[in-house]
């Protein structure tokens, strides 16, 4: 079964986008938690009505960012419909 993650290529150095829904409540902690790991990614809300958001990081860093948010899912946040695409487009979904 593939991951998430076995949709980037590791060995480039391209922008990856990860997208999700969360609770709007949350995306304030989810972008404590991210800021935490430094250089793991950076977290934009794209549309804060609907809870979608997106982390922008590197192809190398990807597998971490995807980690974090799993961890969170663990922890009982509510984060669900992951998308994992190389793109450098930071204002839509």
């Known amino acids: 079964m ?5 949709s980037v290529s590791p060995l480039n150095s391209k922008c ?5 829904i969360t609770d709007i ?6 972008n404590s938690i991210i800021d935490s790991y430094e250089g793991v ?13 997106a ?3 590197s192809s190398g860093m ?12 663990g922890e009982g946040m509510n984060i669900k419909n992951i998308i994992v ?4 487009d930071v204002d839509s979904y």
């Open 16 to 20: 990856v986008r990860i997208k999700f």
């Open 41 to 53: 990614g950076i977290v934009r809300t794209i549309d804060s009505a609907n809870g979608k958001v």
């Open 2 to 6: 593939l991951s998430l993650y076995d």
């Open 85 to 88: 695409e190389e793109s450098e």
């Open 55 to 57: 982390i922008f990081t």
């Open 62 to 73: 990807c597998r971490y960012a995807l980690n974090v948010l799993e961890s969170l899912k």
């Open 25 to 30: 409540n949350d995306v304030l902690y989810i």
